[in-house]
T-cell receptor, first 112, second 111 residues
Framework: ETGVTQSPTHLIKTRGQQVTLRCSSQ?????VSWYQQALGQGPQFIFQ???????GRGNFPPRFSGLQFPNYSSELNVNALELDDSALYLC???????????FGPGTRLTVL | GQQVMQIPQYQHVQEGEDFTTYCNSSTTLSNIQWYKQRPGGHPVFLIQLVKSGEVKKQKRLTFQFGEAKKNSSLHITATQTTDVGTYFCAGQNTGFQKLVFGTGTRLLVSP
């Protein structure tokens, strides 16, 4: 198993609420990428942080935002939750942004 | 935008049979990676291929990267029930950071 951890494991929210998901990076990894995986689909890239700066973004609206901290842990924030935001949210860390990415166990978000 | 397709979507085999999944990208890739995701789990990195025409083996698994660096395949010889899961390829383009995942192939192995 990788050293990437995510919290919480599961989360239930209602439409319109806000949520913060957390990811702790594997030791020595300075890059964090976030993905959304809807049921039965492959992960979709949300954005990536490299040394605390956003380093690329996928086709997600601005209500998806993130942060990376000096210890390289990261947060994903989603505002104004919609039903379609229900998914498994995965973070993946790497030593450099072009290196192999190692995934955490994910946070299962359900929006009612 | 870039698309990565995989076929088949689903395959059910008897234990001991072989299995192959194919991955095709709409654009040339700098590298391709393969992941396995068990039911209820998260993607687990299997391998990365970088060179045109590259072939790598891991025990019963054989991975290939096409000459044009737009397609790849994963072949499992003599499947076992522990091979059950969804296999994803994921491509990366030069100068881009994101992994573009394929649609996945779900493998079911019956004893």
């Amino acid at each position: 198993e990788t050293g990437v951890t995510q919290s919480p494991t599961h989360l239930i929210k209602t439409r319109g609420q806000q949520v913060t998901l957390r990811c702790s990076s594997q030791s020595g990894h300075n890059t964090v990428s976030w993905y959304q995986q809807a049921l039965g689909q492959g992960p979709q890239f949300i954005f990536q942080y490299y040394r605390e700066e956003e380093n690329g973004r996928g086709n997600f609206p601005p209500r998806f935002s993130g942060l990376q901290f000096p210890n390289y842990s990261s947060e994903l924030n989603v505002n104004a939750l919609e039903l379609d935001d229900s998914a498994l949210y995965l973070c993946a860390t790497s030593m450099y942004y072009t290196d192999t990415q190692y995934f955490g166990p994910g946070t299962r978000l359900t929006v009612l | 935008g870039q698309q990565v397709m995989q076929i088949p979507q689903y395959q059910h085999v008897q234990e001991g049979e072989d299995f192959t999944t194919y991955c095709n990208s709409s654009t040339t890739l700098s590298n391709i990676q393969w992941y396995k995701q068990r039911p209820g789990g998260h993607p687990v990195f299997l391998i990365q291929l970088v060179k045109s025409g590259e072939v790598k083996k891991q025990k019963r698994l054989t991975f290939q990267f096409g000459e044009a660096k737009k397609n790849s395949s994963l072949h499992i010889t003599a499947t076992q029930t522990t091979d059950v899961g969804t296999y994803f390829c994921a491509g990366q383009n030069t100068g881009f950071q994101k992994l573009v995942f394929g649609t996945g192939t779900r493998l079911l192995v019956s004893p």
